[in-house]
T-cell receptor, first 116, second 118 residues
Framework: DARVTQTPRHKVTEMGQEVTMRCQPILGHNTVFWYRQTMMQGLELLAY??????LDDSGMPKDRFSAEMPDATLATLKIQPSEPRDSAVYFCASVWGQGLSNYGYTFGSGTRLTVV | KNQVEQSPQSLIILEGKNCTLQ??????????LRWYKQDTGRGPVSLTI?????NTKSNGRYTATLDADTKQSSLHITASQLSDSASYIC?????????????????FGKGTHLIIQP
């Protein structure tokens, strides 16, 4: 089965440290999303790319978060400096084309981030 | 603002019993509605997707219904199994771009946490 691969699966870090999360989308998918999930807020969109170009990052705190897609097989989400309120599960998802009506919208298993 | 509300927030039932999860939405214009299952420690996995013209769709023991007039959907689980314990997330797509909720018009509910007890 094709899958979205995220690394690391778990990350514990101290406040103020830099955190980088990685995502390998499904080969051939040209749209990649980053979501954050907490118990209180559910799934929230942080940013997404199409054909490696950033389309929307309005959900991200710009002063500390950055998302990039250096090539078609890798998307990164970086937090610098990290804060305890960033503790959450971060999901990557990929799809071909627009996310509106596409059946092939696939999530990775997530990175569970704990900032102490 | 487009919203998706799910109920109940959590539910505990005995193995073998049936249950129904609810999803009410205020998303316009509507494109489709999806139900996802999210196991603990995993990403969401799609169960069903329904467009405006579909009012029921099944996937094994899961049956989703959609009433586009009242903007309500339900997910019915028949003969529950321990492996059905998970969160179930309702997601509504809007036509024509951002709906105020997510990428390309996706609005997520906060999910129903279902626990099946032996």
């Amino acid at each position: 089965d094709a899958r979205v691969t995220q690394t690391p699966r778990h990350k514990v870090t101290e406040m103020g440290q830099e955190v980088t999360m990685r995502c390998q989308p499904i080969l051939g998918h040209n749209t990649v999303f980053w979501y954050r999930q907490t118990m209180m807020q559910g799934l929230e969109l942080l940013a997404y790319f199409r054909n490696r170009a950033p389309l929307d990052d309005s959900g991200m705190p710009k002063d500390r978060f950055s998302a990039e897609m250096p090539d078609a097989t890798l998307a990164t989400l970086k937090i610098q400096p990290s804060e305890p309120r960033d503790s959450a599960v971060y999901f990557c998802a990929s799809v071909w084309g627009q996310g509106l009506s596409n059946y092939g919208y696939t999530f990775g298993s997530g990175t569970r981030l704990t900032v102490v | 603002k487009n919203q998706v509300e799910q109920s109940p927030q959590s539910l505990i039932i005995l193995e073998g019993k049936n249950c129904t999860l609810q999803c009410n939405y205020t998303v316009s214009p509507f494109s489709n509605l999806r139900w996802y299952k999210q196991d603990t420690g995993r990403g969401p996995v799609s169960l069903t997707i329904m467009t405006f013209s579909e009012n029921t769709k099944s996937n094994g023991r899961y049956t989703a219904t959609l009433d586009a007039d009242t903007k309500q959907s339900s997910l019915h689980i028949t003969a529950s199994q321990l492996s059905d314990s998970a969160s179930y997330i309702c997601v509504v797509s809007s036509v024509g771009g951002r709906s105020g909720g997510g990428a390309d018009g996706l609005t997520f509910g906060k999910g129903t946490h279902l626990i099946i007890q032996p």
